[in-house]
């Protein structure tokens, strides 16, 4: 397992300066939107990358349109469910998949949104052959697929990379958006999904107390996460993927401190940087 962080693209700041500053040499790339995914853009990121010596092992992408992360509005404007927005997002995360190729990435990551549970629903059957489009477009340029987990059970998000049977589509697992979302204990989600696991978002939060918002984030450590146990379980299925350590705060010291505390949290749990 490997420590990194994520890095947003910035065309009015250095590269991998973040990284970097907190001694890691991995990250996960959020390029903001596939305008910014260029061939000038891949070449500098690669030019950056190597002379930092931080390798980017996935990128992610969204597509256009609102997005708002709660239960009443979510299920209408994250990710590929809603029909409205489906096809615009599917050819942005196509040329965000071509720029995670020029960049030697091997992974494209997003949230499909709020999968139903009913696989006969019409949702469900639009979402997953928009999810095979976007998965048969990583695939040609070397990439995998990620589900960054959240809004769907691990058992519809299980269902759903079934149904597609593709060699390329696996989990970015966020264990606190299955806390934050009321979906799954992650300890327990790993059972029905840890094969699929390729990589993780290291984050901390509680559950929802109410039907409206999501769960509070919380630091790592502070939250309903048990991570001694989930990372000793992870070891338990043969994860060796990423660890991409993710706090959703503004900017500033307080980010800075939490993430340095959570790296070095991960270290005593069993990660390396």
Known sequence: MQIGVIERFRADRPLFQKARGYGLRLCQLSPGNEGQCTEETAERVCLASAEAGVRVCSV??????????????????????????????????????????????????????????????????????????????????????????????PVVLLRLIEDIGASNLFINLDPANLILYGKANPIDALDIIGPYVHSLHVKDGFYPTDGRRLGKEARVGEGRVDFPRFMARLKEIGFDGELIVEREIKEGEDKDRDIRETIERLKSWGGVV
Not at 61 to 79: C, E, K, L, Q, Y
Not at 107 to 131: Q, W
Not at 133 to 149: K, M, P, Q
Request: hydrophobic share 35%.
């Open 60 to 153: 992610i992408g969204r597509g256009p349109g609102a997005t708002v992360w709660n239960f009443t509005d979510g299920p209408s404007t994250i990710g590929l469910v809603p029909p409205e927005y489906r096809a615009a997002r599917v050819e942005a995360l196509k040329k965000i998949a071509a720029f995670a190729g020029r960049i030697g990435a091997k992974a494209l990551v997003s949230h499909c949104g709020f999968i139903p549970e009913n696989p006969k629903d019409p949702l469900y059957e639009g979402t997953r052959e928009a999810v095979r489009e976007v998965t048969e477009c990583c695939a040609a340029h070397g990439l995998e697929f990620r589900f960054e987990t959240g809004q769907e059970t």
